[in-house]
Structure formats: C-alpha cells, structure tokens
C-alpha cells in the first residue's frame, strides 16, 4: 500500500511505499510534478487490464502487481494487492510513465486530495 502526499510548496505528488511494497516495487518513494498530473480514478476493475511486459518488479497474478510494465508503448508503474483499493493516476508530459497504478488505503478520499489539487494549481 501507499501513502500520496502533495507538496504544494514544491508542486510534487508523492507515493511513499510501505513494508514489503518498498521490495515489492524496487522503489520507497516516487515523486510526479503536480502539473504532470492530468487526473485521478478509483478503478478496481484495473486489475484485469493487461499488465504488458515487466521491466522491472514482481507479478503474481491474482496475488500482487508491482513495479515497472510497459503495454502498447505505455509505461505504467503498478504497485496492487487489492484491486478494490486501486487508483488510477494519469500522466501528462511524464518523464518516466504515462499511468500509475497504486493501492492505497482510502481511494475516494485520495481521488479527491489528487483532483482537489490539480485544480488549484
């Protein structure tokens, strides 16, 4: 699971990864410019989408999805063990991937941090 925190003063949107997600992932930490950030859902049918070709992580399906994919030229960094809790945080002018994928504990309620503070800045 991870923990999103925005920096406004900064303009980062921060995923901070915890317990065996660290390993899981390869990754404690990722941070997105806030204005790369185009929106947030909460999708817990994106489990079924096609994961693509692992770059580097862990997949056990059915189990947990972790780490780096790429599927149809897209670079999504996936980190789910429970599908119902899975955001879906799209990119624009990323750098390093165009879709994260990440459980967190309180979908709605990040959903709303996320969009809340795209639209402010």
Do not use: C
């Not at 862990?58 to 780096?68: E, K, L, M, N, S």
Request: net charge negative; no cysteine; aromatic share 6%.
């Amino acid at each position: 699971m991870a923990r999103i925190s925005i920096d406004r003063e900064h303009g980062l949107l921060a995923a901070e990864f915890q317990g065996l997600d660290k390993l899981w992932t390869f990754k404690s930490r990722l941070e997105v410019p806030l204005a790369h950030v185009r929106g947030a859902t909460h999708d817990p049918g994106i489990d079924r989408e096609p994961k693509g070709i692992r770059v580097g992580g862990t997949h056990f399906p059915g189990v947990i999805t972790a780490g780096r994919f790429r599927h149809d030229g897209e670079r999504i960094f996936w980190q789910v063990k429970n599908p119902d809790k899975a955001i879906v945080i799209q990119l624009a002018d990323a750098e390093t991937y165009d879709r994260l994928v990440i459980e967190v504990d309180d979908p709605r309620a990040t959903v709303a941090l996320i969009e809340h503070s795209i639209a402010q800045s």
